[in-house]
């Protein structure tokens, strides 16, 4: 599963569904990576350095560091929420365990992080996607451009549940 894959499947199985609920700080669930992340191996792209567009090499460095970033702002998310779970001055009424539903009585103050992990999750996923996107499609040019009777890899955006 590629960088892409997995930061568009949080877009899609996590975080779409309440994009543009004004609470879903604090409806947004735990989500936790469904495999260990792999990254690039820069070692064995060196020779990207010889080619007509070198700087590709940073671009895909720049676009490993937004997925990077994608998984540290989702790490950080899920222990704002364990933070806010765990913490005595927060109240919790769960009403159906199956989905959990329920109910927090919870100050400002209490809140602050954790609608600014959430908030951060959503900016961070935006923004890497584009760029993973771009890195992709240029290293399927330079694919083409070096090996013309070779097909690259494909991007296939997930549908929405």
């Known amino acids: 599963m590629s960088q892409w894959d997995i930061v568009e499947a949080i877009r899609v199985q996590h975080l779409e569904e309440l994009r543009s609920n004004p609470s879903r700080f604090t409806k947004l669930k735990l989500y936790w990576f469904p495999m260990t992340p792999s990254f690039v191996p820069f070692a064995d792209l060196t020779f990207v350095l010889e080619t007509k567009d070198p700087n590709l ?14 998984a540290q702002a989702l790490q950080i998310r899920n222990q ?12 919790h009424h769960v009403s159906d365990f199956e989905t959990g539903a329920g109910v927090a009585a919870a ?3 209490d809140l602050l992080f954790l609608r600014q992990a959430t908030d951060g999750l959503y900016i961070t996923v935006d923004r890497a996607l584009p760029r993973l996107v771009a890195a992709i499609q240029n ?10 009777s070779k097909a690259a890899l494909k991007m296939t955006p997930f549908e929405q549940p």
């Open 107 to 109: 100050s400002d103050r």
């Open 57 to 70: 090499l940073h671009e895909i460095h720049l676009a490993e560091q937004s997925y990077r970033a994608c």
């Open 80 to 91: 704002e929420l364990q933070k806010f779970y765990d913490n005595p001055r927060v109240s």
């Open 139 to 148: 290293v399927d040019k330079l694919i083409k451009a070096m090996f013309p």
